[in-house]
């Protein structure tokens, strides 16, 4: 095993951690580290994917940290208008920089611009999020070649444009209109109503100088839903809006405060006829529409954000338990004994069950984003090939997860704070920021309970298919197979059985599914139309999907340990994690357990015990656990979750820079304060 620091000094002594060498640790936090059962490097490879994959990213971490032209003051203490600046300033440096650097993979660039970004939004961050993968997946062959070169290089800037000010959700809903004209050849953008403005697509405000803009098009006077096109907004010259074009900052929002998500209006706007992203459907320079081959090809886009937010939300959730777990270990508080030094936060019961649920989600949302991001890579290669067969389940699997991880890491990023009391609220936690710019994931990109609406939608259908004896795809194979009885566990170790554990999910997301399903059956038997009955079976239809999601990650969580390659110590803590993460969870479901019969209260109550025997084993090496995520300081942005456990010392200089501190006396003094206390009313 690889030592990471000998017992005394509290120095490391190998450099397989990236952390600089700290001039002294807070001792302990270095009793934890000492403690650990497992080395944390081992699991950060596997994390990674592998002790190269570990030393790139450090690597590309390390190009964008040790660069003095991406140093700045800590935005904190900026303003908006300074941020935006900022992030748009940097958002150059880090173009040029990967062109420097020869970053040329995609997984290297991301790497980097999350180092460079730290904890603020990326200023080109819709550019490269949305406008050029809508691009890459709308564009016919020709249309690649010319817009992909201009995005690449950054001769156009982009944004993705759905939503309107008065239509997020609801798509094919979108009032814009494209209204093809067969005598010069032109689309015509129009935006008939206020509630049709473009409102909230990112780097729209002020940035962009394109987009791709979701409009309903109209040909030979009929209509044919909702299509991309691309548009320019602003001149390439001066990046004034062009004639025609209405754009604008839309306000200052909970976070994303270096972001200028924006509004636009069109006033009858000409566009080429190949403006209109043609590769699934087509119109001809006569305005004979050609239809695509899936109905549904143009939120492509949408479903590979989708994808790329489970992994986003694990990330985030990672950083939180890290900056908790690290700072619960060096917090004291509240003597027990008279004389004897006040215990570790991380020594309290209740501390530890705010923290290692979101400890272990943040490792299973980690391992479910390996999965799903595999899953959309194949189904994306079957569609190239022209079979579309998969993406139903690919949108029904990557709707649900987002929703259901984005849930849990919002809710989680927040438990975080608390658990860190009152300095948890100090944006030198980091927590401010890290929320805030969490928190609208479980709006964007389709609104959470909408989203496990749509994987309910699917359940329901594959209910049916099952019901008919018919064949399903892998991930809801479960729901053709028969209820298997009761819990079958008749002990403490019966319950830590992964194949049980993974068992009794399985059961709970099938019957609450059929459930569902029945519930549709007997509201459509009663004579009510379908919209009625699923708004009728709403609590059903979210409890089912939310129950099949968790099934699928407690599912690919023990899947992962069990074809996985690792040592025995990280594979003993990790089992602990998931038996943790499951058990937690039926504790936290009970009812849905109880409610059939398949648990009984003796059962529960040896889950109950379980949970709180696994908190020792996750206790003794949590902090190692939150050591393996491998942020770096730079990367982390929190006072309170330094690598080297000195919180007080950098709380204190982190204050001294706030902008209030710059005079001894400020101004308001002799503006205000000073006239009032030497008043004659005022005086005593
Ligand atoms: C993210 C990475 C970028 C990082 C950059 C930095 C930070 C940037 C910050 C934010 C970026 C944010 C961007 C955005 O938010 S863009 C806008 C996103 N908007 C949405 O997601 C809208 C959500 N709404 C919808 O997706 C749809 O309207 C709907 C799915 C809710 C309903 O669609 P509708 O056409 O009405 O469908 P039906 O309900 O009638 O269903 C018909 C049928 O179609 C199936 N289906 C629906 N969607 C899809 C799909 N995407 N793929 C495949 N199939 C789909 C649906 O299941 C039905 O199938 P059926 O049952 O077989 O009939
Ligand atoms: C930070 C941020 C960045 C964004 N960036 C972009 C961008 O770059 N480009 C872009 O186009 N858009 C962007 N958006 C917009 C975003 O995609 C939408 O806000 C999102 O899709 C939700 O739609 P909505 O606002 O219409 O919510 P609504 O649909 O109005 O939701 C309001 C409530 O109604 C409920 N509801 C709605 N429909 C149903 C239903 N059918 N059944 C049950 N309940 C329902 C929801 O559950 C929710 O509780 C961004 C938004 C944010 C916050």
């Known amino acids: 095993m690889i030592v990471l620091f000998n017992c005394t000094c509290a120095v490391p002594t190998t450099m397989d951690s990236f952390h600089p060498v700290p001039v002294k640790v807070n001792p302990d936090l270095q009793k934890e580290r000492d403690a650990a059962l497992f080395n944390p490097v081992e699991l950060t490879y596997l994390k990674d994917g592998g002790k190269d994959k570990t030393e790139r990213r450090r690597r590309c971490e390390l190009l964008a940290i040790n660069d003095p032209d991406l140093q700045h003051k800590d935005i904190s203490f900026m303003a908006r208008n300074e941020r935006y600046s900022n992030a748009v300033r940097k958002a150059v440096i880090i173009a040029r920089k990967i062109k420097e650097h020869r970053l040329t993979n995609m997984e290297e660039k991301q790497l980097y611009i999350s180092a460079a970004t730290q904890y603020d939004t990326y200023g080109f961050g819709l550019h490269y999020g949305m406008f050029l993968p809508a691009l890459s997946a709308q564009c016919d062959e020709e249309q690649r070649n010319y817009w992909l070169p201009l995005a690449e290089n950054l001769k156009i800037l982009g944004t993705y444009a759905q939503t ?185 019961r209740t501390q530890q069950l705010k923290l290692f649920p979101y400890l272990a989600a943040a490792y299973a949302f980690t391992f479910t984003s390996f999965v799903i991001t595999g899953r959309y890579i194949e189904v994306q290669n079957e569609m190239n090939d022209g079979n579309m067969e998969s993406l139903s389940e690919l949108h029904a699997l990557s709707a649900g997860l987002k929703a259901f991880t984005s849930y849990v890491g919002n809710e989680g990023i927040e438990v975080c704070r608390l658990s860190c009391g009152g300095h948890g609220y100090s944006q030198a936690s980091g927590f401010p920021e890290l929320y805030t710019l969490t928190a609208p994931i479980s709006t964007f990109e389709g609104e959470n309970t909408v989203m496990l609406l749509q994987t309910a939608r699917y359940l329901m259908k594959c209910a049916t298919t099952a019901k008919r004896g018919l064949e399903l795809p892998r991930f809801v194979l479960y729901l053709s197979q028969r209820q298997k009885g009761q819990c079958p566990a008749r002990n403490e170790s019966d319950l830590l059985d992964h194949g049980l554990l993974s068992d009794a999910f399985e059961h709970r997301a099938r019957r609450l599914v059929i459930e569902a399903a029945q519930k549709m059956q007997s509201n459509i038997g009663k004579g009510n139309p379908q919209h009625v009955a699923w708004n009728n079976c709403h609590m059903y239809l979210l409890k089912a999907a939310s129950a099949h999601c968790h099934f699928y990650v407690v599912q690919t969580f023990v899947k992962y340990i069990n074809d996985t390659e690792m040592s025995d110590a990280v594979r003993d803590i990790l089992t602990s994690l998931c038996q943790f993460y499951a058990l937690h969870g039926i504790w936290q479901n009970a009812g849905d357990f109880l409610q059939d019969g398949y648990m009984n209260g003796n059962q529960l109550d040896m889950v109950q015990s379980l949970v709180g025997k696994l908190l020792d084993k996750i206790r003794i090496n949590a902090v190692a656990l939150v050591d393996a995520f491998d942020f770096r300081d730079e990367i982390l942005c929190s006072k309170l979750g330094k690598y080297d456990g000195n919180v007080y010392e950098a709380m204190y200089e982190w204050a001294k820079n706030s902008p209030l501190n710059k005079t001894e006396v400020h101004d308001s003094y002799n503006k205000y304060l000073r006239p009032l206390m030497q008043s004659s009313k005022a005086k005593l």
């Open 164 to 348: 309107e000010l008065g239509h997020g959700t609801f798509i094919r809903g979108l009032e814009t209109t494209a209204i093809y004209d067969p005598k010069t050849e032109e689309f015509v953008l129009h935006t008939p109503t206020l509630s049709a403005l473009k409102w909230w697509p990112g780097n729209m405000g002020k940035t962009a100088t394109h987009a791709v803009v979701l409009a309903q098009l109209y040909t030979n006077g009929k209509s044919y839903g909702l299509h991309p096109f691309i548009v320019q907004l602003r001149s390439l010259e001066n990046h004034q809006p062009l004639p025609g074009i209405t754009l604008g900052d839309i306000g200052p929002k909970l976070g994303f405060h270096s972001f200028d998500n924006g509004f636009l209006g069109f006033d009858h706007v000409r566009i080429p006829r190949r403006n209109m992203l043609m590769k699934y459907s087509q119109v001809s320079p006569d305005g004979f529409y050609i239809k695509p081959i899936h109905a549904k090809l143009t939120y492509s886009t949408m479903v590979e954000a989708r994808v790329t937010l489970v992994s986003d939300i694990a990330y985030s959730l990672s950083q939180a338990v890290t900056i908790a777990v690290r700072y619960s270990a060096v917090r004291r508080q509240t003597e027990q004994i008279k004389g004897v030094k006040e215990p570790q936060i991380l020594d309290y």
